[in-house]
Antibody
Framework: QVQLQESGPGLVKPSQTLSLTCTVS??????????WSWIRQPAGKGLEWIGR???????NYNPSLKSRVTISVDTSKNQFSLKLSSVTAADTAVYYC??????????WGQGTLVTVSS | DIQMTQSPSSLSASVGDRVTITCRAS??????LNWYQQKPGKAPKLLIY???SLQSGVPSRFSGSGSGTDFTLTISSLQPEDFATYYC??????????FGPGTKVDIK
């Protein structure tokens, strides 16, 4: 059974870079035809897809965030990562990682709350 | 961008009720439509993929239908554990996956 776990700082200062890592267990991140996605959810609001990466390194990003987002993968550690630069309070949210098969997000991490505040 | 809308935004229902939630896309997305259930403090859970395929392990009281721009999620007999928020998501545009705003199902 595939499991995903987000990790990273829970508090980031405005204008700094948010960095999160998703560790995949129960299977190799390189096996199968899967993308690996990041999604976020502000408190009390809906879901926003941030972007995804294939293990080849190919990425797709939400155009509204594209200028600030970088998603990378480290197959040796079975991890993929999210960097979001120049954060503001509007980036405060629960951030989820998920396994993406043809856009179907069947496996999710538990989520991690990131607060942007000085 | 493909915009997703859902109706209703919330509903109150009783255990045993038949519940239908509608999702509409701003353009045709064929059958590239997925449904998720989210409970408070938890990650979303995939229920239905490709508009009508039941995800493994999901009870058969959940079903999905539709294609093109109009889709429905039906719960044939609402159970206590089904009180949650439901989201649709289009996976037609691989450049930008978008979710509907959600439908909250609570107890009448």
């Amino acid at each position: 059974q595939v499991q995903l776990q987000e990790s990273g700082p829970g508090l980031v200062k405005p204008s700094q870079t948010l960095s999160l890592t998703c560790t995949v267990s129960g299977g190799s991140i390189s096996s199968g035809s899967y993308y690996w996605s990041w999604i976020r959810q502000p408190a009390g609001k809906g879901l926003e897809w941030i972007g995804r990466i294939y293990t080849s390194g190919s990425t797709n990003y939400n155009p509204s965030l594209k200028s600030r987002v970088t998603i990378s993968v480290d197959t040796s550690k079975n991890q993929f990562s999210l960097k979001l630069s120049s954060v503001t309070a509007a980036d405060t949210a629960v951030y989820y990682c998920a396994r993406d098969r043809f856009g179907e997000l069947a496996y999710w991490g538990q989520g991690t709350l990131v607060t942007v505040s000085s | 961008d493909i915009q997703m809308t859902q109706s209703p935004s919330s509903l109150s229902a009783s255990v045993g009720d038949r519940v239908t939630i509608t999702c509409r896309a701003s353009q045709s997305i064929s059958s590239y439509l997925n449904w998720y259930q989210q409970k408070p403090g938890k990650a979303p859970k995939l229920l239905i993929y490709a508009a009508s395929s039941l995800q493994s392990g999901v009870p058969s009281r959940f079903s999905g239908s539709g294609s093109g721009t109009d889709f429905t999620l039906t719960i044939s007999s609402l159970q206590p554990e089904d009180f949650a928020t439901y989201y649709c998501q289009q996976s037609y545009s691989t450049l930008l996956f978008t979710f509907g705003p959600g439908t909250k199902v609570d107890i009448k």
